[in-house]
């Protein structure tokens, strides 16, 4: 078995206090609570500082040559509650080709409104939203770092008695256009969040 990869966790507060720790409940401790605390990890101390240089934003991303597609992410690294993201393969939002400009925020993303939102469910919803864009725009690969959204979820597998009834009934919406988006030549993969350009941060 390899050793697990070290981490590092950035953190910025509103009143300026940032740091760099390598121990998650360093930075929980710090973060936990502060409203707008920005907190994201990283693979090496030196890009940690760098997103902190950068003012801690983040769409901020150092991307690999990425294929062609659709990519898609949740998270709730601003705080407010459940976010997603989808993009193209250099970070450029899409979610204006599925929604109204009125349920995006000035980021471009959009915050789900109800609260037993979890981040599973947002990753769910981006992928349904994916699916919506690709076929507009005649797109074939879609990308997300979600294992549990890509390899189960997506497929209708399920702890369906786990789960709210609003989740169960995406799972077999988005299933049901995966089904018909493979149908059609299309492609679901999955790639490290450390390289998602619809990435909306911090991933624990």
Known sequence: ?????????????PNGTSGVTDDW?????IVSGVVAARYRGFTSRNDARMWLEGGARYETKIHKKLEPGIYFDAGTGRGEGVEIS??????????HKALHEKELNRF?????HHDDATNNYGELLALRYAFEIAKKEKVKKIFGDSKLVIEYWSHYRAKRKELSAQTVKLI?????LRERFEAAG????????????????FHR
């Open 172 to 176: 077999d919406e988005v299933a049901a």
């Open 108 to 112: 471009g993303k959009h915050l789900i």
């Open 1 to 13: 078995m390899s050793p697990k990869k070290k981490k590092y966790y950035a953190y910025l507060l």
């Open 25 to 29: 409940g360093v930075c929980e401790k």
């Open 186 to 201: 299309g492609s679901v993969g999955r790639i490290s969040g450390d390289d998602n350009p619809a990435d909306l941060g």
């Open 86 to 95: 989808v993009t193209d393969e250099h970070g450029k939002n899409l979610l």
